[in-house]
């Protein structure tokens, strides 16, 4: 009787277990075990590799969408030598109800003819297609840069084709940059495409050939940007903008305040951001320096401006000048008004709220037509 035979195994194999070692019979039991045991080790294999890629999936797709994410992104890309930047997020806008009755009763401009040929050309219209722009200024008043980097849905091959025949030039890195002649006014823009959805223009050819890395510069702007989070609309300035300059020596509609433009001098920066709520717009104006004195009698100046405004509201002959309408939309926008000052630990700073209606601006377009034009000078 053979070793293999299950009765022999169970007759004998209790008593002289050895004789029953190596069989055919276990050779066949041991590679079906072992069949089993590398069935469930691959099948464990690939369930553990699909849920790490599913993971990974998730991850990247909602860091890829997060607003946040996509916009220091983009931030991120511009000089950090920059000493004015703006941000528009109008892909948020275009939502808004704010920015709707805005461009309801807003003039629209007539078209460019030199647009009209690139949206015919390459199938682009910012109106449409652009989603978020971010708008670097820096260099000196003589030589002054403005970049931008703009994201939104580009017809990569028609808008190549069409740049193609201004001129190209090549970077160091390979990286094809379009010159593009404008003749109103008579300039060049260059521009390359970073990735499908993203693209750099610039009116120097300088800025595609600046060294990458980050400077201590960049770090500082990369913190007011994220102060300025969930906001779609903001400009910030540094201390040497030549735009903040030009503020703080010129007040709106021509008034001026040499106090006022010495404390807008000695700030170090300043942000302006603005937030659809509904049809209203709110705006913060925020001014920051490390000199508390500079803080505080801003911060008193700024509410001793707007009791002085009310006041003024107040005042009889100013009833009869004002369009009643006009007053009532300053009255809302100046009960709304806030001043505060924060402590940020190695500066302070004193912030403006405000908050715009579209009562207001309806008026004061009103207020503007029915004033009659200021008549020529001889």
């Not at 400009?235 to 021509?254: F, I, K, M, P, T």
């Not at 924060?342 to 207020?367: N, W």
């Amino acid at each position: 009787m053979p070793a293999s035979d299950p009765l022999f195994r169970l007759v004998f194999c209790w008593r002289t277990p050895r004789q029953c070692q190596n069989t055919p019979f276990d050779n066949r039991r041991n590679r079906r075990t072992n069949f089993i045991v590398n069935l469930k080790k691959i099948v464990g294999g690939i369930l553990i590799g699909a849920a790490l890629l599913l993971a990974a999936w998730f991850y990247f797709r909602g860091s890829s969408q997060d607003p946040e994410r996509v916009r220091e992104g983009l931030l991120g890309r511009l000089p950090g030598d920059s000493t004015s930047v703006v941000y528009l997020d109008l892909k948020e806008l275009r939502n808004s109800a704010f920015l709707a009755k805005i461009l309801a009763w807003a003039p629209k401009p007539p078209a460019d003819e030199e647009y009209a040929k690139f949206v015919q050309a390459t199938g682009f219209d910012y109106e449409r297609d652009l989603d978020r722009v971010g708008i670097s200024f820096s260099g000196t008043p003589q030589s002054p840069k403005t970049m931008a980097i703009a994201e939104g849905r580009f017809d990569r091959k028609k808008i190549e084709t069409y740049s193609a025949h201004f001129g190209t030039l090549r970077t160091a890195a390979g990286q094809t940059i379009y010159a593009v002649t404008l003749s109103n006014p008579p300039r060049t823009a260059y521009f390359a495409f970073l990735r499908g959805d993203q693209v750099a223009i610039c009116n120097d050819a300088s800025c595609f050939f600046q060294p990458s890395g980050k400077s201590l510069s960049a770090e500082e702007w990369r913190e007011h940007f994220l102060r300025m989070a969930g906001t779609p609309v903001f400009c910030v300035l540094r201390q040497d903008s030549a735009l903040l300059s030009e503020l703080s020596q010129h007040g709106a509609a021509g008034w001026r305040s040499p106090q006022l433009a010495t404390l807008l001098g000695q700030l170090q920066w300043v942000s302006v951001g603005a937030k659809p709520d509904g049809d209203e717009l709110r705006v913060v104006a925020e001014g920051e320096s490390s000199n508390e004195t500079t803080i505080r009698q801003l911060n008193d100046m700024l509410g001793g401006l707007l009791i002085l405004a009310q006041a003024g509201l107040d005042d009889p002959k100013a009833s009869k000048q004002l369009d009643p309408d006009l007053r009532e939309a300053y009255r809302t926008l100046l009960k709304t008004a806030e001043v505060q000052k924060q402590d940020r630990g190695t500066s302070q700073s004193v912030r403006l709220i405000l908050e715009i209606t579209p009562q207001l601006l309806e008026s004061a377009r009103g207020a503007m037509a029915a004033d009659p034009p200021a008549p020529a000078r001889k």
